[in-house]
């Protein structure tokens, strides 16, 4: 079926008859499936119901399709790459776009993170990163080094890897002990010092040398790798005070631990950057990233590592296997061929430029929200927005579900609520229109909810 034939389709093609058999991830499935909020194409900065009601995408999706939806020459890509290559593997052999991509993200990464391995998620990303981190102290010589330090409401996948180090209680406390040997730095969040901050709050550096204390707890040489997000994106957009992460830098580098920036979120222009480790002066030694590499339109994700890291696994016999790491969709030819036509589409619309020329306008949209009733405090940073409203008659998450609800079938756009706190992830290409519509509706939700 073409894609004109596919947004042709009618209704009653697109609404299934029944919603059981989906157990949909981190959804409340009653509550949805009694009013459920059905999508059915996409195009550009809007989203359709099957009835044809637009929807204003004001979440890149889920904080990835960047270059928004259904962005042609990415389209384009990914069908000629299905009738040429379907799959290939890539263990042990090789198909060329997976070489191509790898040097294309290389070229757009800090300079020394030269190398990239493919994985299909952020949480494969995190989980690889940390592997290879692990194994990396191995090989230097350094194996005592096993301990992993994570943050308070970091958020980093779902892998067992990923919620050991993530600082999310309840994505955490039902699924047994964990990883081992994993500490946690404090969250850089204190409403107290840093409400109604737009960008990096000037308050919390500080923050950074809890490591220090962490490091003095147990002993450096027992201590592999520290993991942060630069703006912590899915518990609300916590964006790194400034010289946060260059403390961290300096701590990580004097005991010789390694330091992982979790770009899933913040990758490929959300804060108008293809890294946030450029927008911050700070390079790490390994970057994650996922969701934006193809715009979201194939699953796809990474890991970036320092040529050094690299090349410490390349010293053994030629022909014995560097890395035990892999999955069978690594570098699926289908993603990266949409990997490659996306960054064409970044660099021909100048998308992460315009994303930081556009930083201000939507800095100022957003904070117009602050005198709502029941705006506790707003943070934006990029491209990004965390609203946190005051829960109704004291019960948390209800209000934010209700703005949810809302926001789709009352007002016809899209926002991410994660408790009573509400997030705002356009695509880059959201016009200075469209950034006035949508946080006039999101005004109209905070006040329909208050
Ligand atoms: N790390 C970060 C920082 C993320 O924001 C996410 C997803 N929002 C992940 C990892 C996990 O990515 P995925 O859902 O693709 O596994």
Redesign the pocket.
Known sequence: MSLDEVMERTAADLVPNDLEAFWMPFTANRAFKKRPRLISRAKDMHYFAPDGRAVLDGTAG??CTNAGHNRAPIVEAIRNAATELDFAPTFQYGHPTAFTLASRIADLAPAGLDHVFFCN??????DTALKIALAYQNVIGQGARTRLIGRER??????FG?ISVGGIVPNRRAFGTLLAGVDHLPTTYDRAHQAFTKGEPAYGAHFADELERIVGLHDPSTIAAVIV?PM???TGVIPAPQGYLQRLRDICDKYGILLIF?????GFGRLGHAFAAERYGVTPDLI?F??GVTSGAV?M?GVLARSSIHDAFMRGPEHVIELFHGYTYSAHPLACAAGIATLDLYAKEDLFARARKIEPIWADAVMSLREQPGVLDIRTVGLTAGIDLAPKDGKPGVRGYQALETAFHDLGFMVRATGDTLALTPPLIISEDQIGELIEKTGKVIAATA
């Open positions: 889920l904080w998620s952020g949480s494969e990303a995190v970091g958020y980093h996948g779902v892998g990923g997000e912590a994106g899915s979790d770009e899933v979120i913040t994650t996922a969701k699953p994700g």
